[in-house]
């Protein structure tokens, strides 16, 4: 156990509805990302926060993607009106600082049928 | 435009070989190359990292070594266990801290 938790750990929804996934990273990292990954594939980046701000967002996060960290601590992967492309492990990870090693949590399964 | 390629996608190896997992970049601007072990339904969780002012580091039984003019890196495993049966995945960053994965390598050590 990293300290970086994720919820729920799997999902499973229809296309077309809207989805909502949460991480709470290690307290003290200022830094926190997304990522992607499929099956048998390395995670992909998503976005990335420094405190609140939203410093970094990948061509993958499309205009259905959104993400926010309100208060700098927790934040939370919202997809709207799924597709099945998007199913994926989504992965949270954080960090001190920029250089610093990132913690992942254990992730979220989305599954789309 | 894949910035990171791994080599090979899978591995298979007895107890106590030495497994070796090849990594090559092309941007230059990367300072930070961490590798990274993965179990099944499991978050990546760090093994080792290197940044390109070394040549080669070692902790435990895991060994990365780094050529910066042919933008290359491996992981090497000693002593080989069960246990270490795992997907492997190197990665890369610059100060930025986003960072970019290889595709990975699925290593089976067999007892």
């Known amino acids: 156990d990293t300290g970086v938790s994720q919820n729920p750990r799997h999902k499973i929804t229809k296309r077309g509805q809207n989805v909502t996934f949460r991480c709470d990273p290690i307290?003290?990292?200022?830094?926190l990302y997304w990522y992607r990954q499929t099956l048998g594939q390395g995670p992909e980046f998503l976005t990335y926060?420094?405190?609140?701000?939203?410093?970094?967002k990948s061509r993958l996060l499309s205009d259905r993607f959104s993400a926010e960290r309100p208060k700098g601590s927790f934040s939370t992967l919202e997809i709207q009106r799924t597709e099945q492309g998007d199913s994926a492990m989504y992965l949270c990870?954080?960090?001190?600082?920029?250089?610093?090693?990132?913690?992942f949590g254990p992730g979220t399964r989305l599954t789309v049928l | 435009q894949q910035q990171v390629k791994q080599s090979p996608q899978s591995l298979i190896v007895q107890k106590g070989g030495i497994p070796i997992i090849n990594c090559a970049y092309e941007?230059?601007?990367?300072?930070?190359f961490p590798w990274y072990q993965q179990f099944p339904g499991k978050g990546p969780a760090l093994l080792i990292a290197?940044?390109?002012?070394?040549s080669e580091k070692k902790e435990g039984r895991f060994t990365i070594s780094f050529n910066k003019s042919a933008k290359q890196f491996s992981l090497h495993i000693m002593d080989s266990q069960p246990g270490d049966s795992a997907t492997y995945f190197c990665?890369?960053?610059?100060?930025?801290?986003?960072?970019?994965f290889g595709q990975g390598t699925t290593l089976q050590v067999k007892p």
């Open positions: 307290s003290e990292h200022n830094r």
């Open positions: 990870a954080s960090s001190l600082g920029g250089v610093d090693t990132q913690y």
């Open positions: 926060f420094q405190n609140e701000a939203q410093l970094e």
């Open positions: 990665a890369a960053n610059r100060n930025t801290g986003k960072l970019i």
């Open positions: 290197i940044r390109p002012d070394v």
């Open positions: 941007n230059t601007a990367f300072d930070y």
